[in-house]
């Protein structure tokens, strides 16, 4: 868990998984929305997609659309990687040091969107309610679940398997999760018990892959091949289901307007999975000198995540005219997108400096009371 024991090319896969999160985001609640929320094609007037054609142009959001999903799984191969092996992960530090950073944003999100709304006045702008802290941000969540069944119930077990029952136990938690009926019996057991045991699952893959190094045989471009196939099969998909999308359409003979389709993956996606540990085996090997620099970023990546997934920087976005220019211009979208991705994410490293700030000076303002309370009971 601590940043100053990890290799600086495990805080740069950080980096690159928060930034896949911000761009799915984008994709999800920028042009989705916007080619599919009637609120925003009247706005803008931007119904340009709304015919039963199969538009190159739109490969370019379906390509991105995995990436979050992705991200959430590097995420949480990166923690099992360092600490599966340990039975003494300490659940109650990570609950404190994530609430702390959720009250944080929470309550600048709050604060933010009441001044913003003042000043711009814009009817797409959305305000935040204190509500925010405990209703979204699923991923906090799922994440600290994770953690807490690892360190607390399963490491001291896992510690104690061999390969060969360490390789089983793998299996056995990818099949719960890929068959379709075991499954849905998961879900059924509890919501979201699928992409809990997923989790579970990348996480003691991590830690298999650091205790047994399973891939040091496999050649370098192995996992690039793998990555490459994995988007050929994201296309092929957004291909076949367009285009059965537009045939029932036309079949129908509707009059309503056409609404093209979002396609979306889960995090147990097995096209994900294979993303996953390809693109974490390929930094895996990647040997970088240690970086301050590098570790400090990948630290504040997870503030970066509530700081930009929720609704008011989605209006913020959302002032962006985007279908119009993806129709027109789909270079152009592509370099504004990514830009906005980057300055997303360069706004959320400075909030983290602030927030590291903030946090200096309540310990610093906490030592001087302790200290001048002491003196006086001396007295």
Known sequence: MEQAKRSSNFELLRIVAMLMIIVFHMVQHVVYRQMTNWTYMAYYNNGLFNNPVLYKQLYIPAVMTPLGLVGNGLFIMISGYFTASKTNVNAARAGKKLLEQLAFVSLLLVIGSAILFKWMN????????????????????????????????????????????????????????????????????????????NGIFLYYLG??????????????????????????????????????????????????????????????????????????????????????????????????????????????????????????????????FLLVAAVTFVLGILIYCGYLGLKWMLHRFRWIFLKESGTKLSE
């Open 122 to 197: 814009n009817e797409l702008l959305e305000l935040i309610p204190v509500t925010i802290f405990q209703t979204d941000w699923w991923f906090v969540g799922y994440y600290f679940c994770v953690l807490l069944i690892a360190g607390v119930f399963l490491n001291q077990k896992i510690v104690g398997l061999d390969q060969k029952k360490y390789t089983a136990f793998l299996v056995i938690l990818l099949a719960v999760v890929q068959f379709g009926w075991s499954g849905e019996l998961a879900d059924n057991l509890a919501s979201g018990m699928r992409i809990l045991v």
């Open 207 to 336: 830690g298999y892959i650091h205790r047994y190094n399973p891939f040091q045989r496999v050649r370098s471009y192995v996992p690039v091949l793998l990555i490459a196939a994995s988007y050929f099969l994201v296309l092929l998909n957004y291909h076949n289901i367009t285009l059965s999308n537009i045939e029932q359409y036309l079949q129908q003979g509707s009059a309503d307007t056409f609404l093209q389709t979002a396609v979306y993956y889960d995090n147990f996606n097995i096209v994900v999975t294979l993303h996953v540990v390809a693109l974490f085996e390929i930094f895996r090997r990647i040997r970088i000198p240690h970086s301050r620099l590098i570790n400090f970023i990948g630290a504040a990546t997870f503030m970066i995540y509530p700081l930009h997934e929720n609704a008011l920087v989605h209006s913020l976005w959302n002032m962006q005219d985007w279908i119009t220019v993806l129709y027109n211009d789909p270079v152009s979208f592509l370099g504004r």
